[in-house]
């Protein structure tokens, strides 16, 4: 079955501190990636996508990705990250073949606790 | 604009009672989504309307009714809730169901009780 997985239920970082959140996805077929953010009692908000091209994708906020396809993985990276960065971030993915719809397969989601 | 507004924000209903959920988006968006999403979990699927049509329902129980009365609008009707329904409803939009392109925007959702 498709799915997505990020292994890490929570990441505890210092402030200014870099980070990385990890996101593998299990299928070879072609695939666009996504990154959201929930902040408490929001909704989500995208941070960045993949479609083609770069495999280095920039997103708002400073955080960036790097898709590579011989590791099925999409992880996230901000180099110095903020204590307003805690919330919790969704990987999803659309496995688009023929026929395909717009339909997101998330993660289950990594908390982002960054302490003073 | 790309907003995507939600009413109420909270919501606290009976078992007995019937309630709505309101959806609206003027990006002029042809596909919206209905999502359920209990606490630390990913959001999960409920319905999909494309060009006001219901195009996917992901075998949700009858209690919750979706309706599309025109392109910027999306309803969920909510009738004998259990208090595992409690949860958060979040609504989202997109360009096109089939144009994968488009990414998918959320409202802020409505946080419901069923007591």
């Known amino acids: 079955a498709q799915s997505v997985t990020q292994l890490d239920s929570q990441v505890p970082v210092f402030e200014e501190a870099p980070v990385e959140l990890r996101c593998n996805y299990s299928?070879?077929?072609?695939?666009?990636l996504f990154w959201y953010v929930q902040y408490p009692n929001q909704g989500l908000q995208l941070l960045l996508k993949?479609?083609?091209?770069?495999?280095l994708v920039k997103g708002i906020n400073g955080f960036e990705a790097e898709f590579n396809k011989s590791q099925t993985s999409f992880h996230l990276r901000k180099p110095s990250v903020h204590i307003s960065d805690t919330a919790e971030y969704f990987c999803?993915?659309?496995?688009?073949?023929?026929?395909?719809?717009?339909?997101?397969?998330f993660g289950t989601g990594t908390l982002l606790a960054v302490q003073p | 604009d790309t907003e995507v507004t939600q009413t109420p924000k909270h919501l606290v209903m009976g078992m007995t009672n019937k309630k709505s959920l309101k959806c609206e988006q003027h990006?002029?968006?042809?596909?919206m989504y209905w999502y359920k999403q209990k606490a630390k979990k990913p959001p999960e699927l409920m319905f999909v309307?494309?060009?006001?049509?219901?195009?996917i329902n992901e075998s949700v129980p009858s209690r919750f009714s979706p309706e599309c009365p025109n392109s910027s609008l999306l309803n969920l009707h909510l009738h004998a809730l259990q208090p595992e329904d409690s949860a958060l409803y979040l609504c989202?939009?997109?360009?096109?169901?089939?144009?994968?392109?488009?990414?998918?925007?959320f409202g802020p959702g409505t946080r419901l009780t069923v007591t």
């Open positions: 299928s070879s077929v072609s695939v666009y």
């Open positions: 989202a939009s997109s360009q096109d169901l089939t144009d994968l392109n488009y990414e998918q925007y």
């Open positions: 993949y479609l083609s091209g770069s495999t």
């Open positions: 990006m002029g968006h042809r596909a």
């Open positions: 309307y494309s060009y006001e049509k219901l195009s």
């Open positions: 999803a993915v659309i496995y688009h073949y023929g026929g395909a719809t717009n339909k997101l397969i």
